[in-house]
């Protein structure tokens, strides 16, 4: 799997959008870019996934740029339940998912 | 929404017991994953089933086995137990792996503390 590449910590106002990058250079043809979150020691949860054009869902935005070498995972109005570590992956499908560090997003009050 | 389910939620064992985890994935799912979280560290996956068959293998130990039954859910298997084994053990399910684009859902986990 293509390696990934996330800042290691962020912070957000309540209620302002929050903007998550994540590199990925080397990402493959076949290859999807997946968001999941993980809110402290819970199951992580899928939020987005997208191929090559940019998604939308009740949850987030995912903004992937034209060559694929990097997308931005967009909440729009962060909460304080939306405080978790924020996992980019890239694979083909449902596939074994290989977390690296992510992100770890304070939205603070 | 039926979601995945995992037994025991914690347990507690001495160094060179067994345990036995079990996950009963979303009713349709027919593949299975497995991933370990030490304290502070990342999921790594361990291993993963595709229609009662091992598909992939992760960083699983050899002291670890896992299988896949014919009603889909599936048990983690671990032995000799050792200080480091102490982890959360997630299970997540999926529609077909190789099929289009989906996700995998987590189930709450199970907190395995050695003693």
């Known amino acids: 799997d293509a390696k990934t590449t996330q800042p290691t910590s962020m912070d957000c106002a309540e209620g302002r959008a929050a903007n998550l990058p994540c590199n990925h250079s080397t990402i493959s043809g076949n290859e999807y870019v997946y968001w999941y979150r993980q809110i402290h020691s819970q199951g992580p949860q899928y939020i987005i996934h997208?191929?090559?054009n940019n998604e939308t869902n009740e949850m987030a935005s995912l903004i992937i740029t034209e060559d694929r070498k990097s997308s931005t995972l967009i909440l729009p109005h962060a909460t304080l339940r939306d405080t978790a570590v924020y996992y980019c992956?890239?694979?083909?499908?449902?596939?074994?998912?290989?977390f690296g560090t992510g992100t770890r997003l304070t939205v603070i009050p | 929404a039926a979601g995945v389910i995992q037994s025991p939620r914690h347990l507690i064992k001495e160094k060179r017991e067994t345990a036995t985890l079990k996950c009963y994935p979303i009713?349709?799912?027919?593949?299975v994953y497995w991933y370990q979280q030490g304290p502070g560290q990342d999921p790594q996956f361990l291993i993963s089933?595709?229609?009662?068959?091992?598909?992939d293998k992760g960083s699983i130990p050899d002291r670890f086995s896992a299988q896949q039954f014919s009603d889909y859910h599936s048990e983690l298997n671990m032995s000799s137990l050792e200080l480091g084994d102490s982890a959360l053990y997630f299970c997540?399910?999926?529609?077909?792996?190789?099929?289009?684009?989906?996700?995998?859902?987590f189930g709450p986990g199970t907190r395995l503390t050695v003693l």
């Open positions: 997540a399910s999926s529609l077909p792996w190789f099929g289009p684009s989906s996700e995998q859902f």
């Open positions: 089933f595709y229609e009662k068959m091992q598909s």
């Open positions: 009713p349709r799912h027919d593949t």
């Open positions: 997208g191929l090559k």
């Open positions: 992956i890239v694979a083909a499908g449902a596939n074994n998912l290989f």
